[in-house]
């Protein structure tokens, strides 16, 4: 609506066009600069939010990895050397109104970098729903770290390896899936499924000693309530893992939807497997040339093979007689 004084009623329409004008311009020009000037995207601050948030999580499982289950020489648990992890996924439990918001903001927007016309915005949320309720576990593992005790016992020591094994697999897996969204790149298979693999491994060692542990409870020469703390860790680490396992298969669900790029080959990483040993390779090259024997013409084709490789390997002939050799 533009509003025209009653006195100037012989220039309504100028006076009009005039306000029209410069609302149309200052519009225009609002446009210009949250598009292109200094652009303001919902969707790139989701997609931010979301590999952040597995970043976090990610940091605190390696964190409770290294410091939980550390064991001095005299039998201490040692005190943590930083703590700064233990708050990591808090800001991950109260992010659902945030990603709701752009979320809806997003589906507004026209396509923009790498972000299509119809990109799957639902699925963000539905990761984000994920990596809650992987910070509801992580809660709980907060609380035990905070009233671990100061001498640990027989059978914490023993599922040990097993605990710290699942918190570091499991905050390798974070870090591919988080570095996977940030490029917007085909989560690497084998980087993350060997990760996941090794997890699941450690939940199969911690349920063999759990089992070799039912033995000394049926004879009461383990008391319950010693090691319930310790396989209530264990328990919910593999609520953690089971949890991953279900963001992993989320985020190659939003790599298929959103189109992502596939992966350049690059270096393999300290946290990334190695390259088989030479020894396993192949040889280098190989010559096969067939000869005939001129002193024994019937005796059929000799084929002479000579095999030039590196190392300790040294050339060598061999000579093979297909038919059989008449003395």
Not at 139 to 145: E, V
Request: negative net charge; aromatic residues 8%.
């Amino acid at each position: 609506m533009v509003t025209v004084s009653g006195y100037r009623v012989d220039k309504i329409l100028e006076l009009a066009h005039q306000r029209l004008s410069t609302i149309l311009i200052g519009a225009a020009t609002c446009m210009i600069v949250s598009l292109i000037v200094c652009p303001v995207w919902a969707g790139e601050d989701l997609h931010k939010l979301i590999y952040t948030h597995l970043e976090k999580l990610s940091n605190f499982l390696e964190g409770f990895g290294n410091e939980h289950f550390i064991f001095s020489e005299n039998d201490e648990i040692v005190k943590a050397s930083n703590e700064g992890f233990l708050g990591a996924y808090k800001t991950v439990l109260n992010s659902k109104a945030t990603e709701e918001a752009l979320a809806n903001f997003a589906w507004w927007e026209p396509g923009h970098g790498s972000f299509r016309l119809r990109h799957p915005w639902k699925q963000y949320l539905k990761i984000g729903v994920l990596a809650r309720e992987c910070a509801c576990h992580l809660q709980a593992l907060s609380g035990y770290f905070n009233s671990k005790p100061q001498v640990p016992s027989e059978f914490q020591k023993k599922i040990e390896e097993a605990c710290t094994k699942m918190c570091i697999e499991s905050s390798e897996v974070l870090k591919e899936l988080a570095f996977s969204i940030k490029t917007m790149t085909q989560p690497s298979s084998s980087a993350a499924e060997i990760h996941l693999r090794h997890s699941k491994a450690a939940v199969d060692d911690f349920k063999s000693i759990l089992a070799s542990t039912e033995t000394l409870l049926l004879s009461n020469k383990l008391d319950l309530l010693e090691i319930f703390p310790a396989i209530t860790v264990a328990s919910v680490l593999i609520n953690v893992i089971n949890c991953i396992d279900k963001i992993s298969e989320s985020v190659e669900d939003l790599s298929v939807q959103a189109h992502f790029k596939k992966a350049k080959n690059k270096e393999f990483s300290s946290s990334s497997p190695e390259k088989p040993p030479p020894q396993h390779q192949l040889l280098h090259r190989g010559i096969v040339k067939p000869v005939v024997d001129v002193d024994d013409a019937g005796g059929g084709d000799f084929v002479v093979i000579e095999i030039c490789g590196g190392g300790a390997a040294a050339a060598g002939k061999a000579e093979v007689n297909p038919a059989v050799v008449k003395k």
